[in-house]
């Protein structure tokens, strides 16, 4: 008796290992330990585009103050949306309908 392969099981075990790699699942909260605050805080892998030159600074005031990118990022981030709720009202995750906008 033959004990060959079958090369479809084959290709259907290796689309899914591709699937795995290319389409991972959605992003989850994390719980990330602050050894400072002695806390949990919840967060969330955000990735993004940016002008050079912004990367550039945003990498050298990293640098030259002693914090992480991700720390100075997060300030600025904020910085901006506290502007922004003082001017527009608190952030909420609340969709508003079309028909209250247009």
């Given amino acids: 008796m033959s004990t060959q ?13 591709v699937t795995e ?6 992003p989850q909260e994390h719980l990330l330990s602050t050894e400072a605050a002695g806390s949990k805080v919840p967060w969330q892998h955000f990735s993004m585009i940016c002008a050079v030159d912004i990367v550039t600074k945003i990498k050298a005031i990293s ?4 914090f992480t990118v991700r720390s100075v990022i997060e300030k600025f981030l904020q910085d901006g949306i506290a502007r922004y709720e003082l001017k527009h009202g608190p952030v909420t995750d609340q ?8």
Avoid: A, F, Y
Wanted: no cysteine; aromatic share 0%.
């Fill in 21 to 26: 790699i290319t389409q991972p699942s959605k």
């Fill in 63 to 66: 640098h030259n103050e002693g």
């Fill in 5 to 17: 392969k079958n090369p479809l099981l084959d290709v259907k075990n290796m689309e899914s290992s």
């Fill in 95 to 102: 969709r508003r309908n079309i028909n209250e906008i247009l």
